[in-house]
């Protein structure tokens, strides 16, 4: 007798389970997505936008990201790991203008979050809707104060 749990998931209902999880993250963020909402205004705004836009203006004159002129008389950008100067996601913002590239970003480590998950529980041979669940519950369910 063969437990039913145990039985062999095929790789088309494993896709559509990430599928679903990529879909139900990205539509919790759909007011950042597609209406260019922002995050709540604290360390977003006062502490990374600014070093991101620190970096983001040194690439586009141009430089490598090594030094920030806009602090002070200066402060070493690839030396301090506050900047993320040698971040991929970072840089992939880098093209766009305003808070929102900023925002994406934030949003793509969401997915990432709830991708990752994903894989770790299918590792675990779990069931591809608990490993879906498992993903969305990893991804959203943070804490939050109001």
């Known amino acids: 007798m ?5 039985q062999p998931v095929s790789r ?3 896709a ?16 950042v997505i597609l209406l260019g909402k922002a995050f709540y205004v604290r360390d977003v705004a006062r502490g990374f936008y600014s070093d991101f836009a620190a970096i983001r203006n040194v690439v ?4 490598l990201p ?24 970072v840089w992939l913002a880098i093209p766009f203008d305003g808070f929102r590239a900023f925002a994406l970003v934030g949003v793509l480590h969401y997915l990432i979050a709830a991708v990752g998950m994903f894989l770790l529980l299918r590792s675990m041979s779990l069931h591809p809707a608990a490993a879906a669940f498992g993903a969305i519950s990893f991804a959203l369910g943070a804490w939050q104060s109001r």
């Open 66 to 89: 090594v030094w920030n002129p806009y602090y002070s008389s200066g402060q070493p950008l690839a030396a301090n790991p506050k900047y993320a100067a040698l971040y991929p996601p």
């Open 2 to 6: 063969e437990i039913a749990y145990l």
């Open 16 to 31: 559509a389970a990430l599928a679903i999880v990529v879909i139900l993250v990205a539509l919790a963020f759909a007011d």
């Open 12 to 14: 088309k209902a494993s």
């Open 60 to 63: 586009r004159a141009g430089e």
